[in-house]
């Protein structure tokens, strides 16, 4: 059920956007400074409406939740040093990847890859 945008959930999702990928505190922490009157409830409340009208997606990467906008297929690196979040598009990958349908005789629906390694940032430093 799509409801009607409010101010407040234009706010988190924007905020969001802005941010790429965040965790539930570093998007609190963003609101916080940009838009101080908004409520830690109101925060979270929005994050769940966004989840279920499949605006922003919650993945795990690696034993942490980050919260994205959604977006076309994309798998994820992650920086080793810095921690940064990228995100990969399928045609970087190889196709045997992209083109998985079962494992095992089991339907594959979806999958979440994260790879890991340093970014080109912390290599030149």
């Known amino acids: 059920m799509i409801r009607r945008n409010t101010n ?9 956007s802005c941010l790429g990928h965040a965790t539930s505190d570093e998007l609190i922490n963003y609101i916080n400074n940009n838009n101080s009157n908004i409520s830690l409830a109101t925060i979270y409340r929005n994050l769940t409406i966004l989840l279920d009208e499949k605006s922003i997606k919650k993945v795990k990467i690696g034993d942490i939740d980050v919260y994205e906008t959604t977006k076309e297929k994309h798998y994820h690196f992650k920086c080793r040093i810095c921690g940064n ?7 970087m990958v190889p196709n045997s990847i992209n083109n998985i349908k079962t494992i095992d005789k089991n339907d594959v629906l979806d999958c ?3 790879f890991s390694g340093i970014c080109h940032y912390c290599i030149k430093k």
């Not at 407040?8 to 969001?16: G, K, N, P, T, Y």
């Not at 979040?85 to 045609?91: A, G, V």
């Open 8 to 16: 407040q959930r234009q706010i988190v999702f924007d905020a969001l």
């Open 85 to 91: 979040i990228i995100d990969i598009p399928p045609s």
């Open 112 to 114: 979440d890859i994260v």
